[in-house]
């Protein structure tokens, strides 16, 4: 038992001195449309970088399936929310994207690289005693290149919800 108790103190120990030093990047899983995993790397106290590493498949029966690839980078400035509660922030920002699909639909198979612009807002909060920080945001694009002459479609894409669960270290 005097282990375990020995144990548990440093194991607390030790996470509060990373809390204390982890300011600056974090990593964890961006979960929406698409799912990524994701860095942030802070540039200043207001400003930061998140990149993106994004993949989805699924299917529409036996004769169909999708399958994506992406790569993101979005520049975001972040405002401070302690009047709603510490720990709370906000951030804007605007990127682009790069996407890999690949759809086969009754045995034809369409294929693309769509570029598009993105742009984000969210909501997160960093928690006090862990280097836990969790975000809600909105990430829409506007794609600027198609493929298979637009199949995949040129113009605005809105479904870009996800929930941000990331680990933050020094």
């Known amino acids: 038992m005097k282990k375990f108790i020995i144990t548990l103190a440093l ?3 030790f996470v509060g001195v990373i809390r204390a030093q982890a300011d600056g990047k974090s990593i964890g899983l961006r979960l929406g449309y698409p799912t990524e995993i994701s860095f942030q790397s802070g540039l200043s106290d207001k ?4 990149l993106g590493l994004g993949f989805r498949t699924y299917g529409y029966g036996g004769n169909s399936n ?5 790569l993101s980078g979005v520049y ?3 405002w401070d929310l302690k009047a709603l509660a510490d ?3 906000w951030y804007a920002g605007v990127g682009a994207g790069v996407d890999f699909y690949s759809f086969s639909y009754l045995n034809t198979t369409y294929s693309g690289v ?3 612009i993105l742009g984000q807002i969210g909501i997160e909060y960093n928690f006090s005693e862990l280097p836990l920080r969790l975000s809600l945001d909105y990430r829409p694009a506007l794609q600027l ?4 002459g ?3 479609g040129n113009g605005f894409v809105g479904d870009g919800i996800a929930l941000g669960v990331r680990y933050i270290f020094k």
Not at 66 to 70: A, I, P, V
């Open 47 to 50: 400003n930061r970088i998140e």
């Open 66 to 70: 999708y399958t994506e690839f992406g």
């Open 150 to 152: 637009g199949y995949a």
């Open 145 to 148: 290149t198609g493929a298979n």
């Open 114 to 116: 769509p570029v598009s």
């Open 76 to 78: 975001q400035w972040v």
């Open 11 to 13: 194991a607390v120990s």
């Open 87 to 89: 720990g709370f922030n």
